[in-house]
Every structure is written in C-alpha cells, then in structure tokens.
C-alpha cells in the first residue's frame, strides 16, 4: 500500500480557498508550439499545458556557456521529467553550482541569473535552506528597488517581467507571499498595469504579450487570481487572450502581423494557471508519498509527491499543486506555522499524520 502524508488545519475561523480563473490553451496553440524550433522555453509551455513525450533533441546542440543557459536547460530538462544530475553524461546542477562567487550566482553585473539559477536549482530539487539558494535570495531582496519593483541587472530600470521572475525566485528561496517585499512587488506590477488591462515592459510602456505572460505567472504562483486585475473592464488574460492569432500564436504586440514563438510559450504557462518551475524533478531515492492537505474549507492539495521527511514533502508538494507555506526555523526545529493563507494561531495549527 502507497504511504500517505495528510495534513489537517483545526482552526476556529472559517476560511474560504481561492480558485484561480485559468483560461484554456488550445490544441492549435499546442500545435502551434510543437510545429516550431524547439527551445527550453517551448518545452516548459508543453510540460505545463500537460503534453508528453517532449522532444528535447535540440539539447544535444545547446551550448552551455553561462549560468543563465545551464539555468534554462535544468528547467527544461526537469520539465521533460528527466535528470539534471545526469543528463547525456552531465551534472548540470553541478556545473550550476560552479558559477557561485561572491555569494551570489553568475555574472556580477546581472540579477537575472540568480532569480532563474534559484528557480531551476529548486526545479532539480535542491534543498530550500541550501547556501547557494539562500544567498541568492539575499541578494535578490538587497537588489529590490523603492518602487518594489527589479531589473536584469543591478542600477537598472525596473520591469515587470524581471519583477515577476524575482517574485517565483523568492518564494522558491522561501519567502513568504505576505511578506513585505513581495507585497511591495505585487504593487509595483499593479502600478504598471494599463488601461488596456495589459502589462508593459517597463511602466507607461505599451503592454506586451510578454509581459501579460510573465506578470501571470507570477500571479498564478502567489494563488492571485489575474482576471481580478480589473482596469476598465480589462484584465492581463483578457488583454493576453486578444493577441492570440487564427494559427495558436500570439503576438507581442497588438500591432504585430506575426506571432512571436517566445511570447507564445510565455502566454501557453500562464493561460494553463502555471508558473515557473512548471516541474520539480524527482530523485529516484526519494520516497513517493500521497500528500493530501486539507484546510479549513477546501482540499488544498491532493496528489503524488516524493519527499524524505515531511517538511521536505510540504516543501515538494507546493511545486505540484501551487500552494504557498512558511517554515519558521524554532528553537525546537522547524515549524510549518501557514499553508497559503491558513495561519497556525494559539492552540490552532496544522497536524500531520503518517498513514
């Protein structure tokens, strides 16, 4: 018989699950996808929008040079439901791991490699409370801005795009969705939203399917529903599904004649309610438990998850089935004190059981 975690929340106040709007992604728009050069980010968007058998042929021809490439192709190689430790004779998380210098990861003069390093070193199933992870999580919070918002590098403009990337980083690095940096992030992105109920680049710029996409995704990890970003009847999903085109693409810019293949892959991963990771590889000698999370109103979670010890479950769990959790480290271990918005309080908190 399959060993099961379950966790219950016994609270006293009541509260209510959120269930995110998610668009559908069309068979035209997967075809779409399918019928182009393949990339890592193609295969991300194929992984999300639950297609199989993923053609990562292309990976033999990659070449692998910075951090930020290593990067792109654990996530897609874990997307593929294969192993980055050894993928075609390579540890790629290894060769990751080898671009930490100065507490952080790549190149000096980016931020963007450590906002993907720790989503992809996350994705291969890295722990959380690694050195690396967590050194680049401080200097990702360092690097925000007064606006709350980041850019690709340091002494840049913010933009919503490198913004959003931050956020999935920094959540993955275990921050907390309430916390005060990620709620100055979210305004930041609300601030930028147009009238169109699109997502600019860079605010009071011309809202992008890019961004929509982006901006989503981020939203979608924080269990916001987008569709609630109302700006004069619009939305980013409204203003993203307008760039689509008859053959599954989307543009880039409603004033485009072409789609755009990266914008398409970008806009497949949010309109499937995802994000980044869109999937955590699973070490062969982790254990495979049946994780259900029950709150206080709804079933939070319900589905297959490996993990060696029930924290690291939780952890793996939030890549499956989207949920946020905070861990406060005690002086009598680690305490899971909240999954999503349901907070341990008093004599309330959450229990685990062992079936």
Known sequence: MKKAFVIFLNLAVILTSLSLAKAEVSQTTISYLRGQTQSQWITMALSAVGQNNLD???????????????SKTILAVAAAGQNPYNFRNQNLV??????QANNQIGDVNLLNDDFWAVIALRAAGEPINGAVIQNSKNVILNAQQENGGWSWAPNQEADTNDTAAAIMALLEAGQAADSSEIQRAVSYLRNAQNADGGLPFSSGGQSDGSSDGWVIAALNKLRIDPATWQRDNHNPVTHLESLMLENGSFRWLASDQAGNVSTTAFAAVALAGRYYPVAVYQQENDNLYHLRIEGAASTICDAEV???????????????????????????????ERINNEQSAGMSGWLIAHC
């Open 306 to 336: 490996a993990g060696t010890t029930a924290l690291n479950i939780v952890e793996n769990g939030a890549q499956v089935c989207g949920y946020t959790y905070n861990i406060r480290q005690t002086d009598w271990g680690p305490y899971l």
């Open 56 to 70: 990562i042929a292309y990976l033999n021809d990659v070449q692998l040079a910075s951090a930020n490439d290593y």
């Open 94 to 99: 290894e060769r990751l791991l080898g671009f």
